[in-house]
């Protein structure tokens, strides 16, 4: 997956981004995260609810300006997506399948365990993924019928945005 990803988002989205995260760095003293962002700015996730999948924009905006500003210094924390899912789908007046997957699936990933914690991957880790992935001859995939068990996963694996 490329950094091209990323520049799906509409450009007021970005700049709108980057403009509440600039401030936001100013203003922040400890580890920088998505959580605490959301807590000092809500607003640049409402005012782009429009966006076709939330989660995974913001979750890919954010690392971006992590790396863009060379951040060494964040951690992984969450806004409860739940919240804002429903509060959008509200918004909007009609809740979508995405919405509803998003939300199931986090509780079934994060709820089993309160100190379990899901990674954000990177530009960097979607690229090496996939470059991996397009490196592999079908030759050398284990076939099931008709199938290729490595183009399952890889396919699965692209709807996913964490890591555990």
């Given at each position: 997956?490329s950094?091209?990803?990323?520049?799906?988002?509409?450009?007021?989205?970005?700049?709108?981004?980057k403009?509440?995260?600039?401030?936001?760095?100013?203003?922040?003293?400890d580890?920088?995260s998505?959580?605490?962002?959301?807590?000092?700015?809500?607003?640049v996730?409402?005012?782009?609810?429009?966006?076709t999948?939330?989660?995974a924009t913001?979750?890919?905006?954010?690392?971006?300006m992590?790396?863009?500003?060379?951040?060494?210094?964040?951690?992984?924390?969450?806004?409860?997506?739940?919240?804002?899912?429903?509060?959008?789908?509200?918004?909007n007046?009609?809740?979508?399948?995405?919405?509803?997957?998003?939300?199931?699936?986090?509780?079934k990933?994060?709820?089993?365990?309160?100190?379990?914690?899901?990674?954000?991957?990177?530009?960097?880790q979607?690229?090496?993924?996939?470059?991996?992935?397009q490196?592999?001859?079908?030759?050398?995939?284990?076939?099931?019928?008709?199938?290729?068990?490595?183009?399952?996963?890889?396919?699965?694996?692209?709807?996913l945005?964490?890591?555990?």
């Open positions: 997956m950094s091209s990803n990323i520049s799906n988002a509409p450009e007021q989205f970005l700049s709108d981004f403009e509440a995260f600039t401030k936001y760095l100013e203003q922040e003293k580890d920088v998505l959580q605490k962002f959301y807590k000092y700015n809500p607003e996730f409402k005012t782009h609810s429009n966006q999948d939330l989660k913001i979750n890919r905006t954010f690392i971006k992590i790396e863009e500003f060379e951040i060494e210094k964040y951690n992984k924390k969450q806004p409860e997506w739940d919240d804002i899912l429903q509060e959008r789908s509200e918004v007046h009609s809740p979508s399948k995405c919405h509803t997957t998003l939300s199931k699936n986090k509780e990933s994060v709820s089993s365990s309160s100190s379990e914690s899901l990674d954000i991957l990177s530009t960097e979607w690229e090496a993924f996939e470059e991996k992935y490196a592999m001859k079908d030759e050398k995939k284990w076939k099931v019928g008709d199938v290729y068990v490595e183009d399952v996963i890889y396919k699965h694996a692209k709807t945005k964490y890591e555990k």
